[in-house]
């Protein structure tokens, strides 16, 4: 007992004056499944929350990483499109423009 006492394992701080926030870490975990790509009704199974809703609007966070890398999967509009886009009339005829 005493040297648990003398441990500074799973105090709340440290003699560094750094605070522990266990309850941090739960959104840490989550944030973490979303930004690998985990269904977010697995996630919520791993947090053994009662709602989707506590599990995506609570603990999951967006980095702006994550947000760039899904705008980065639209396509580009500015190249020039093939000419096998440009016909819009039935059977694959070209426009009269």
């Not at 702006?64 to 694959?92: E, K, Y």
């Given at each position: 007992?005493?040297?648990?006492?003398?441990?500074?394992?799973?105090?709340?701080?440290?003699?560094?004056?750094?605070?522990?926030?266990?309850?941090?870490?739960?959104?840490?975990?989550?944030?973490?499944l979303?930004?690998?790509?985990?269904?977010?009704?697995?996630?919520?199974?791993?947090?053994?929350?009662?709602?989707?809703?506590?599990?995506?609007?609570?603990?999951?966070?967006?980095q702006?990483?994550?947000?760039?890398a899904?705008?980065?999967?639209?396509?580009?509009?500015?190249?020039?499109?093939?000419?096998?886009?440009?016909?819009?009339?039935?059977?694959?005829?070209?426009?009269?423009?």
């Amino acid at each position: 007992m005493k040297e648990r006492e003398k441990s500074e394992f799973l105090k709340v701080v440290d003699s560094a004056g750094r605070v522990v926030d266990f309850h941090g870490l739960r959104h840490t975990f989550i944030s973490s499944l979303a930004s690998g790509g985990v269904h977010p009704k697995i996630a919520q199974t791993l947090a053994r929350h009662s709602s989707i809703t506590l599990t995506m609007d609570r603990y999951t966070h967006l980095q702006v990483a994550d947000r760039a890398a899904t705008l980065a999967a639209l396509p580009d509009l500015d190249r020039p499109q093939s000419d096998s886009f440009r016909g819009t009339g039935s059977r694959g005829q070209q426009s009269a423009s």
